[in-house]
């Protein structure tokens, strides 16, 4: 139960709440995925955006939006599992290199209090009397794991000391426990960003601050208290304690860490798009809230501008592309792709903005990677099959899922290049918002409805795939070699990991080069965190590469226009 002032929509009662919504639009109603269905109560009339779209949708009447919805009295209300945002599923692993272990703690052992007496002083008094009672038992034995600003923690001798490797992504957090003296990830863990409730992409959440006087410091809570949450899961998991955890390394884009460390953002949200500051950081744990060992430290690596991030450098360093022999494409697929290439010792990178259509945001039955999104489609003699997450009843279908259609119906001529349906049968329905293609009928999902492909799902598509691929193009034309020269793409992230090469190549999103030069290699984001985690001579290198990427803004490229256009067709 929660109570909310006079005024609290439906959303906003449910963002106090906790519940994770999925609020593409940030709560302006053009998305439409924030549905619920009243249970019991009053509630305000609906609004003129509620009934265009439940008269372009044919959805049940009593079905209303959360965003456009406020409660006139106690009441109850259920959410379908499409409108949340925490069941997706995570994807957690990534390449790892193996590395020398060299981390930023250390452990020393001593048996008496005259041992570093100037840095035991400093001690809180918690950790004062864990102390002492250490050198008093039998043993006489305490460890200190020191960092280049002193005592961090005090343990047992006997007790390990670890690190946790977080990778901030606008729709998912992964969290890595790692063994500092072995450099072995010992537990991991996910979950959806709680800000997906305040806008799914972060010029949203940008201009939620801009509204809201309170929302930096919203969307920095709720960000910690995640973070918090995830520590104290991995710690349960293995049966530690939170003061074990010394050292943490946190890698996302400009505008995450911008929230993290609560730095201004209205400049990331306005041309020309300047961030408060592309440097790395050192933090105390404790200076933004989390609970950790008392003298924990926060290292964010360097960004490398307003819109390629910390996340994209520890990617980079994760799959060692700088040591690539043959030129290297590089790109991490999400609302905001960046893609870096190498070639013949030059480093050029950009990002595109690539919208969150392959999050199964802005499509008509968009979902997340979530149980029952139609993740896989095979389409042959007008005959689909399609795989849902789980083998569950269909509820919608996720961006891995979305392009595998598009390119199947590309295939059987059911799309034209420009995207326009080219013929009718009977899987292709007239409705008032134009043709749709069905792909499972509503008897046999689990919304009651049948889930479509319509005119709209594919312009959304080709946008997404046009971005990708025109940054792709510039960033060959400014290193002056053509795709054929291309030796490896490197396709990292969590729909990095399940797409299809063949229809990403097919519907033009990938240049056409054999598919042996691909490599897909999950969440290497996350594996980089966790090299400069185990590792100061990983920050040091991911700091020094800063210094040696151009980075190519494709606003300002002469004929951007053009590369954009030349990719949009199928």
Known sequence: MIEVPTGTSILGAAQKAGVELNAVCGGTGSCGKCKFSPSNGEFSPHTLIEKELLQSSGMNSEIRLACQTYPLSDCIILFPPESLATLQRLQLEGQNSSIPVDPS???????????????????????????????????????????????????????????????LGTTKIAAFLVDLETGISVASAGEANPQIAYGDDVISRIKYCDENPAGLRILHECL?????????????????????????????????????LGYPVHSLGTAPYHPYSLAATNIQAQAIGLQLAEGA???????????????????????????????????????????????????????????PAFEGAHIKF???????????????????????????????????????????????????????????DSKILKKDSGLEYILVAKEQTAINQDISICRKDVNEIQLAKAAIRSGIEILLHQAGISAAEIGRMIIAGAFGTYLDLQNSIEIGMFPSIPIDRFIQVGNAAGAGARQMLISIDERRKAEEMVGRIHYVELTTVVNYTDFFMDAIHL
């Open 105 to 167: 703690v250390k452990r020393i052992e001593i048996s008496n209090i005259n041992q570093y007496s100037d840095e035991i002083k400093k001690l809180s008094s918690r950790s004062r009397k864990k102390l002492d009672t250490l050198l008093q038992n039998p043993r006489n034995a305490a460890s200190l794991i020191f960092n280049e600003k002193g005592i961090v923690s005090v343990l047992a001798p006997e007790e390990q000391f670890y690190g946790l490797a977080i990778d």
């Open 224 to 260: 910690v208290n995640k973070i918090d949450t995830l520590a104290k899961k991995l710690c349960h998991e293995i049966n530690i304690n939170l003061d074990q955890i010394t050292d943490v390394v946190m890698v996302g884009n400009t505008a995450i860490q911008h929230f993290l």
């Open 297 to 355: 430290q926060i290292y964010v690596p360097p960004n490398v501008a307003g819109f390629v991030g910390s996340d994209h450098l520890a990617m980079i360093i994760a799959v060692d592309i700088e040591h690539q022999k043959t030129a290297t494409v590089a790109l991490d697929i999400g609302t905001n792709t960046e893609i870096s290439l190498i070639h013949q010792g030059k480093h050029f990178s950009c990002s595109c903005a690539s919208g």
């Open 366 to 424: 968009g979902v997340r990677a979530a149980p029952g999104a139609i993740e896989k489609v095979f389409i042959e003699n007008n005959s689909v099959q399609v795989h849902t997450i789980q083998n569950k009843p269909a509820i919608g279908i996720c961006g891995s899922g979305i392009l595998d259609a598009v390119a199947e119906m590309r295939r059987e001529e059911i799309l034209d290049s420009r995207g326009a349906f080219t013929k009718t």
